[in-house]
């Protein structure tokens, strides 16, 4: 039981360029959640899908869009990167949005140049 | 805006002592969750509690709540260096928001 999974580990990117960050659960959730950490800042809401099939945004969706694969998978794309997406990409699971507790990866660490 | 804050932003206390630290949040909660992340790692949840509970315990946690002042506590009792980490408040309000964090370190 692997609990969240995220790919990559680690990413840079020049500014411009693209990429998906890949999240996978395999707890079941109805619910999943990315957010980004930035120092000083906490975790700030970008996306989350509250069940198979919706996608809604969070508080900082600017730069981002998400797809729900399937119940076990969450995708974060970044179509044009900026250095101010620069930060730490975490991705979450919940058996139901918000209410209960939410599971995290381990994090992708992005740096945009 | 940050929907919430912690405070102190820092503490750092010897083994065995207890540390406290606070959360305000701005918007009506549904409940409030603390986590616990590591160094370089991801978050794991601690305590949950209810908006209509007002005080509970788990293990070495004792977490209350005061709906009315839109603050919590998390207590942690008799610590130890294991528990150096960033603790973070979160609460599911519109949206789930997370605390800005309190950075706590433990003196062997």
């Known amino acids: 039981n692997a609990g969240v999974t995220q790919t990559p580990k680690f990413q840079v990117l020049k500014t411009g360029q693209s990429m998906t960050l890949q999240c996978a659960q395999d707890m079941n959730h109805n619910s999943m959640y990315w957010y980004r950490q930035d120092p000083g800042m906490g975790l700030r809401l970008i996306y989350y899908s509250a069940s198979e099939g919706t996608t809604d945004k969070g508080e900082v969706p600017n730069g981002y869009n998400v797809s729900r694969l399937n119940k076990r998978e969450f995708s974060l794309r970044l179509e044009s990167a900026a250095p101010s997406q620069t930060s730490v990409y975490f991705c979450a699971s919940s058996e139901t949005n918000g209410l209960l507790e939410q599971y995290f990866g381990p994090g992708t660490r992005l740096t945009v140049t | 805006s940050q929907q919430g804050e912690e405070d102190p932003q820092a503490l750092s206390i010897q083994e065995g002592e207890n540390a406290t630290m606070n959360c305000s949040y701005k918007t009506s909660i549904n409940n409030l969750q603390w986590y616990r992340q590591n160094s370089g790692r991801g978050l794991v949840h601690l305590i949950l509690i209810r908006s209509n509970e007002r005080e509970k315990h788990s293990g070495r946690l004792r977490v209350t709540l005061d709906t009315s002042k839109k603050s919590s506590s998390l207590l942690i009792t008799a610590s130890r260096a294991a528990d150096t980490a960033s603790y973070f408040c979160?609460?599911?309000?519109?949206?789930?928001?997370f605390g800005t964090g309190t950075s706590l370190t433990v003196i062997p």
């Open positions: 979160a609460f599911t309000g519109n949206q789930f928001y």
